[in-house]
């Protein structure tokens, strides 16, 4: 089974083997979707190109034609006034039909891979879980039954194209006109036993590898996941990133991102305050894992 996740910033694509549930394939190209879109509302041309040069170049490295293929896609072509338009093309130019997926169905789908991580890794305990997108953030509480999300249209990609500067973005954040502190609040109060604070997604990806000694082309999913970053650590490789040229920054976190991995920094950090941690677990793992595996459940049902 294959899986397309087309979000703001990033084309992600894994390949599972259903009868083992194991990561066969997978490959992650900074397409940056909603480049522009915070200005003009659309999906530029450029980044149109983008998104299908990466499809083929996926397609060029396995088999798409002969597999099984489940593609969704996330805030950037949930917002654009040209989604239709964007949709359509992709589909003509590589044969990839992909669905418009809600916030909701993104963390569903999100949760579906991390409980799955967590569960190889050990870890039975109540989280709070935080998905920090190009477009738009998520964030779950979820313990051994039951689980709330709530999606909110906060991205690294988004912020940091409606703001002039670090500054600027901090405070945006800060102002919290998005209502996190008070969801996170409400959902303390009425959720209950929640033990730890779990991250998937670019940011606390990059800042555990970062931790750990990894750059960019060094990375190894199976040695991020379950690693665990202090607010100390995200302080630290934050002001790393900050005195590095542009060279070294591309290095470190990869080209296309350089100028985004601050901004998700500073959202990861507020979060955490929120909700009074100061330790975060980090999974790798994240929506096309989860569209994965519940495609790959589906074909076990079928059988």
Same mark, same amino acid.
């Given at each position: 089974m294959i899986a397309f996740d087309l979000g703001s910033n990033t084309l992600r694509c894994v390949a599972i083997d259903c009868s083992t549930l194991e990561i066969v394939f997978e490959e992650s190209i900074i397409v940056k979707s909603a480049d522009g879109i915070a200005t003009t509302g659309n999906i530029s041309d450029d980044a149109i190109k983008r998104i299908i040069d990466g499809i083929l170049e996926i397609g060029s490295k396995? /088999?798409?034609?002969?597999?099984?293929?489940?593609?969704? @896609?996330?805030?950037?072509?949930?917002?654009?006034?040209?989604?239709?338009?964007?949709?359509? @093309? &992709?589909?003509? *130019?590589? $044969?990839?039909?992909?669905?418009v997926i809600d916030g909701d169905e993104e963390a569903r789908l999100t949760l579906l891979a991390v409980k799955h991580r967590l569960n190889i890794l050990g870890i039975d305990k109540g989280f709070i879980l935080v998905? !920090? $997108?190009?477009?738009?953030?998520? +964030? +779950?509480?979820? %313990?051994?039954?039951s689980y709330i999300l709530k999606s909110f249209?906060?991205? !690294?990609?988004?912020?940091?194209?409606?703001?002039?500067?670090?500054?600027?973005i901090k405070e945006r954040i800060e102002k919290d006109s998005f209502g996190i502190s008070e969801f996170i609040r409400s959902s303390t109060d009425s959720f209950g036993d929640i033990e730890i604070f779990?991250?998937?997604?670019?940011?606390?990806?990059?800042i555990a590898a970062m931790k &750990?000694?990894? /750059?960019?082309?060094?990375? %190894?999913? *199976?040695?991020?996941?379950?690693?665990k970053i202090t607010l100390d650590d995200i302080n630290i490789e934050f002001d790393r990133l900050l +005195?590095? /040229?542009?060279?070294?920054? *591309?290095?470190?976190?990869?080209?296309?991102?350089? %100028?985004?991995?601050? @901004?998700?920094?500073?959202?990861?950090? =507020? !979060?955490? *305050?929120?909700?009074? =941690? %100061?330790?975060?677990?980090?999974? /790798?793992?994240?929506?096309?894992?989860?569209?994965?595996?519940?495609?790959?459940?589906?074909?076990d049902n079928l059988a």
């Amino acid at each position: 089974m294959i899986a397309f996740d087309l979000g703001s910033n990033t084309l992600r694509c894994v390949a599972i083997d259903c009868s083992t549930l194991e990561i066969v394939f997978e490959e992650s190209i900074i397409v940056k979707s909603a480049d522009g879109i915070a200005t003009t509302g659309n999906i530029s041309d450029d980044a149109i190109k983008r998104i299908i040069d990466g499809i083929l170049e996926i397609g060029s490295k396995h /088999d798409l034609k002969n597999s099984s293929v489940k593609a969704v @896609t996330t805030e950037a072509l949930r917002s654009a006034g040209n989604s239709k338009i964007v949709l359509d @093309t &992709i589909k003509e *130019k590589t $044969g990839i039909g992909f669905e418009v997926i809600d916030g909701d169905e993104e963390a569903r789908l999100t949760l579906l891979a991390v409980k799955h991580r967590l569960n190889i890794l050990g870890i039975d305990k109540g989280f709070i879980l935080v998905d !920090i $997108g190009g477009g738009s953030t998520e +964030i +779950i509480f979820c %313990d051994r039954e039951s689980y709330i999300l709530k999606s909110f249209p906060l991205g !690294i990609v988004t912020l940091t194209q409606q703001c002039n500067g670090i500054n600027e973005i901090k405070e945006r954040i800060e102002k919290d006109s998005f209502g996190i502190s008070e969801f996170i609040r409400s959902s303390t109060d009425s959720f209950g036993d929640i033990e730890i604070f779990v991250a998937t997604a670019g940011t606390p990806t990059t800042i555990a590898a970062m931790k &750990i000694g990894m /750059d960019y082309e060094s990375y %190894d999913r *199976k040695k991020i996941n379950g690693v665990k970053i202090t607010l100390d650590d995200i302080n630290i490789e934050f002001d790393r990133l900050l +005195i590095m /040229d542009e060279k070294a920054r *591309k290095k470190s976190v990869g080209v296309g991102r350089e %100028d985004l991995i601050t @901004t998700g920094v500073l959202i990861l950090e =507020f !979060i955490m *305050k929120c909700a009074g =941690f %100061d330790e975060c677990t980090v999974i /790798d793992d994240g929506l096309r894992e989860g569209v994965a595996l519940e495609e790959c459940r589906k074909y076990d049902n079928l059988a």
